[in-house]
């Protein structure tokens, strides 16, 4: 498609269940990111990967959270044992290299609304 | 740390007045600064950007310039629609770094 694709949009997860979100970039976007936005807030960098090297993970909050890329392409975000202070939203967001685009501006899909119950 | 600071909202006008958001920020080096918007119901959409001290960006009727002096990327519209009303987000990237740090945003509401 055109622009950034994620899913699903929304998910309602019990405490303690493990959720998995996915992220479709951009086609020939190698750069791939995570952010949360809780409600009310910016969004905050959670992970970043070019294209299947997950570069950065500075902003995972715990262990519980998971990023991955096997082929460069879709990402899942995944999230252990889930907990209320998860709920946000996840916002994914693709760009080109940077060496191809000085500022780098990123494309960001519509996010997938997490509410841990 | 980078870090991005912008107005509280909720800013409320009425139809075609002036606007102005102001977002300060702090860096290391000379970052890229952007503004993005976020309808309701909708993903964060790029509004402008500007890479370089004094560059001025400008979309839809928006402007924003760089001001390394201040360390200020103030948006500005000169008469604002129903239609603007939407969630502004400033945000910066570092010279060195890749990911994106935003201003908690600003609400902003049009009036008829």
Redesign the interface.
């Known amino acids: 498609g055109a622009g950034?694709s994620q899913s699903p949009r929304y998910k309602v997860a019990k405490r303690g269940q493990d959720v998995a979100l996915r992220c479709d970039p951009i086609s020939g976007h190698v750069?791939l990111?995570w952010?949360q936005q809780a409600l009310?807030?910016?969004?905050?960098?959670l992970t970043?990967f070019?294209n299947e090297a997950q570069?950065?993970k500075s902003?995972l909050p715990s262990d519980r959270f998971f990023a991955e890329r096997p082929e460069g392409s879709v990402s899942t975000l995944k999230i252990q044992r889930t907990q209320q202070e998860d709920s946000a939203v996840y916002?994914c967001?693709s760009s080109l290299p940077?060496r191809l685009a000085?500022?780098?501006?990123?494309?960001?899909?519509?996010?997938t609304r997490l509410t841990v119950t | 740390g980078n870090s991005?600071t912008q107005m509280e909202g909720p800013v409320t006008l009425s139809e075609e007045a002036f606007l102005t958001i102001n977002c300060t920020y702090t860096a290391t080096g000379y970052p890229?600064l952007?503004w993005?918007v976020q309808y309701p119901g909708?993903?964060?959409?790029?509004l402008l950007?500007a890479?370089k001290a004094d560059d001025k960006g400008s979309n839809k009727g928006f402007e924003a310039t760089y001001r390394k002096e201040t360390t200020s990327f103030h948006l500005e519209k000169g008469s604002v629609q129903v239609s603007d009303s939407a969630v502004y987000?400033c945000?910066l990237?570092g010279p060195y770094g890749?990911?994106?740090?935003?201003?908690?945003?600003t609400r902003l509401s049009v009036l008829p």
Do not use: I
Request: hydrophobic letters at 35%; proline letters at 6%.
């Open positions: 950034v750069s990111f952010y009310g807030q910016g969004p905050e960098f970043y070019q570069l950065d902003g916002l967001a940077r000085a500022s780098g501006e990123q494309y960001f899909g519509p996010g | 991005v890229s952007f993005y909708e993903g964060l959409q790029l950007k890479t987000f945000a990237r890749q990911n994106f740090v935003f201003g908690p945003g």
